[in-house]
């Protein structure tokens, strides 16, 4: 019995701009400071949606695009961010652990006396 198996591509499942701002989230979590895996993740979304009109709305060249969002490359962050735009998801900032997660310090105050 032969097992046939399939190289998985995400860009092939991308088929929503919800499924698309879904999948670079959950990547922006898991990535750490990864930044080829960013770039990777943006190149699967730019794949889903068109490498040559990103290409035309960004004002960069396919290739270029392609070599920048391989995961190999290293783009510029003002790349990123033009194709970020117009990809027409956002990357999203949030505490690194939940607020009341975080360990907050108490400053004393004196006590004064209120005026009367």
Not at 7 to 26: F, G, I, N, Q, T
Not at 32 to 48: C, E, Q, S, T, V
């Amino acid at each position: 019995m032969t097992l046939m198996l399939r190289r998985w591509d995400s860009a092939e499942h991308l088929k929503s701009d919800e499924d698309m701002a879904l999948y670079l989230e959950a990547c922006l979590a898991e990535a750490g400071d990864d930044a080829a895996f960013i770039a990777k993740a943006l190149g699967n979304i730019a794949r889903a949606k068109g490498m040559t009109k990103l290409a035309q709305d960004t004002g960069l060249g396919r290739e270029s695009l392609y070599k920048a969002l391989s995961g190999e490359g290293n783009p510029s962050f003002a790349t990123i961010l033009k194709v970020v735009n117009a990809l027409g998801v956002r990357l999203h900032a949030a505490p690194a652990e939940p607020v009341s997660a975080r360990r907050t310090t108490r400053t004393r105050h004196a006590k004064v006396p209120l005026a009367a």
